[in-house]
């Protein structure tokens, strides 16, 4: 089956915009309630790490544990089980408790509900993602796609860069747009490993782009030989945009495949997982579908349109 891409290319923008357009509007809420584009996590604000160890033999039910700190308005809370003297401990990782009479209320419903228990240590951590570490990692990443821009306008040209860049952002706004509205929505929060899928998600990305971009490469020599219209019968010349969506189709299989695979993956994880990595995999797998998308149906009908916005004559003033 061959998808005509460049005949619909404002239909595979409009769905793009569809996404981001309430993606913007997402993280500007977010700007405006959070001071921060999304619902920053206890890596980024610090908090509180409490250690109880409970004398029960058996494991304690982190989902229970979680359940009592949402209901505490602890939403977020890292939870996890460590053992330490061959007894249970539980790890919980809340925002800053400062008021007193909240941890009481806290401890009693934890004994209430899970049995006693003995406090190892109660501290107040500083986030572990400072001001300057971001600050470092943003410009990291605007020279990353500096040297992305140099190494693809060598390896192809610099319409080819662009496009890929183009398409890269569109990538991370839209996996960090609806993480924006869940953050509205459902109090959803960010953390370190949110920065690690975006990073990753960017990878893919341009690895995806640059299979398309490699292949309307190397059918570039076609543009202007004959070619058959399979309906009518008639021949024409190929243009740029005939090639391109040659191209796009002759690597189609490879990318859904592939994408597809990974996506199977993610979808097991999320669903059997852990409850630690859950929103970890979550951006993963919005990331990765994202991305598959924006390579097949956004990168190379920008290339199309560049090409074609280059190649008109341009009006002499009267």
């Not at 992305?148 to 080819?160: E, P, Q, V």
Request: proline share 3%; charged share 20%.
């Amino acid at each position: 089956m061959r998808i005509d891409l460049v005949k619909y290319r404002w239909l595979w923008f409009g769905i793009s915009l569809a996404i981001l357009v309430p993606g913007l509007i997402g993280i500007i809420g977010c700007l405006m309630q959070f001071h921060a584009p999304l619902k920053p996590g206890i890596d980024f604000t610090g908090g509180s790490i409490l250690q109880y160890q409970f004398e029960s033999k058996a494991p304690p039910d982190l989902d229970a544990v979680r359940n009592i700190l949402a209901a505490r308005n602890f939403p977020g809370s890292q939870v996890q089980l460590a053992t330490i003297a061959g007894g249970n401990v539980v790890v919980m990782r809340t925002r800053a408790i400062d008021n007193e009479n909240e941890k009481r209320q806290l401890d009693d419903e934890l004994t209430q509900k899970l049995g006693p228990f003995k406090v190892l240590s109660v501290d107040k951590v500083s986030a572990t993602v400072g001001p300057e570490l971001l600050a470092n990692g943003l410009v990291a990443l605007t020279i990353t796609f500096a040297m992305m821009i140099l190494y693809i306008s060598w390896t192809f040209k610099l319409d080819y860069a662009v496009c890929a860049i183009i398409a890269l952002l569109h990538d991370a706004l839209a996996l960090c747009g609806i993480f924006a509205i869940l953050g509205l929505v459902l109090g959803k929060e960010v953390d370190s490993l949110f920065i690690s899928a975006i990073l990753t998600v960017i990878g893919f990305s341009v690895h995806d782009t640059i299979v398309v971009f490699d292949r309307i490469r190397e059918n570039a020599k076609y543009v202007g030989s004959k070619g058959v219209d399979p309906q009518t019968g008639k021949e024409f010349k190929k243009t740029f945009g005939d090639v391109a969506n040659d191209s796009v189709n002759q690597t189609l299989a490879r990318s859904i495949y592939t994408s597809f695979t990974v996506i199977i993956t993610l979808t097991s994880l999320y669903l059997l997982g852990g409850v630690t990595t859950r929103d970890f995999v979550l951006a993963m797998l919005i990331g990765i579908i994202s991305g598959t998308y924006s390579s097949i149906f956004n990168a190379s009908c920008l290339l199309v349109l560049w090409r074609e916005l280059k190649g008109r004559p341009r009006q002499k003033p009267a």
